[in-house]
């Protein structure tokens, strides 16, 4: 897992138990004999990208470490309707407790894996990478991230402390396009940080305003059309032409499965897309007893 902790993710899966089971799962502590063993399988119901695998089997093996794992499908992979992903084998309690949490976790996972790789497959014969963005579920923001990059996708800035991106708001608290830029060039030097700077125009004046300052390392063009999109990168490409630098262009803003490819044909080399982790839909799947 690419940015997870293992450490980190063993503390967020205590709180998820601990919220589930409470003081015990008392329908399966009644119902079940102690020393009762058994097998579940976890089945694919719908076509899609699978995600949440290794997090799955972590949520299974901290629960109960006898847990054993067959597993058969590996993150990443398209699966199909009927698809068995991984079988687990030991006490039924312990398997009773751990599907809700784990198939939680998996079904968003892939959910959102299965959503990122259906908008970068609509850029294919192009340059241009989907991104995420920042708006994601409060504690399962490492995770809503891993899925977008195991489904294809390529995320932007973590957190506020990876990379400065200079919204709207900054822009205007700041006095401009240029101070702010200015200003944050300057804090990187002072507080030696190495830290990318990106600056978002809401239209062709704050382009050139940001392309004088020569600081700036992307520029997002904010709620443009394609047609203002592509306008923008011809005014990008002759800056770099002229100073043989080089910035990075990304578009945001309200783009959907039918506008990202005519974003992505004006020429800018990210769309970001909220929509990959606050509008999915989970995956289908079930863990269900093997006879």
């Not at 198939?103 to 959102?112: E, K, P, T």
């Not at 390392?217 to 770099?240: C, G, H, L, S, Y």
Request: proline letters at 2%; glycine letters at 8%.
């Amino acid at each position: 897992m690419y940015y997870i902790n293992p450490e980190q993710l063993n503390e967020q899966i205590a709180q998820w138990f601990k919220e589930d089971i409470g003081d015990g799962d008392h329908t399966s502590l009644s119902s079940i004999p102690a020393d009762a063993e058994g097998c579940q399988q976890l089945i694919i119901k719908e076509d899609g990208i699978i995600a949440g695998v290794e997090v799955g089997e972590q949520v299974i093996r901290f629960f109960d470490p006898t847990l054993r794992i067959e597993r058969f499908i590996n993150d990443g992979s398209q699966v199909k309707k009927g698809d068995i992903v991984f079988k687990v084998y030991g006490k039924v309690r312990s398997l009773l407790q751990v599907e809700r949490t784990m198939l939680n976790i998996m079904q968003r996972m892939s959910g959102i894996a299965t959503t990122a790789h259906r908008y970068q497959k609509l850029l294919e014969g192009t340059s241009c990478r989907v991104l995420d963005t920042r708006k994601t579920t409060p504690g399962l923001r490492l995770l809503e991230k891993e899925a977008v990059r195991i489904g294809g996708g390529t995320n932007h800035r973590i957190g506020l402390y990876d990379m400065i991106l200079l919204k709207d708001n900054h822009v205007d608290f700041a006095g401009g396009t240029a101070n702010a830029i200015n200003r944050a060039y300057q804090y990187c030097i002072e507080n030696k940080k190495d830290l990318k700077i990106e600056i978002e125009v809401r239209n062709l004046d704050e382009l050139e305003q940001a392309l004088a300052t020569g600081k700036a390392d992307r520029i997002m063009f904010d709620n443009f059309t394609p047609e203002k999109t592509k306008e923008a990168v011809k005014i990008v490409k002759q800056w770099e032409a002229q100073t043989g630098r080089y910035v990075e262009t990304e578009s945001s803003g309200g783009i959907t499965q039918e506008t990202i490819r005519d974003y992505a044909l004006s020429g800018v080399d990210f769309v970001s897309v909220g929509a990959l982790t606050h509008s999915f839909k989970s995956l289908d799947m079930s863990f269900k007893a093997v006879k």
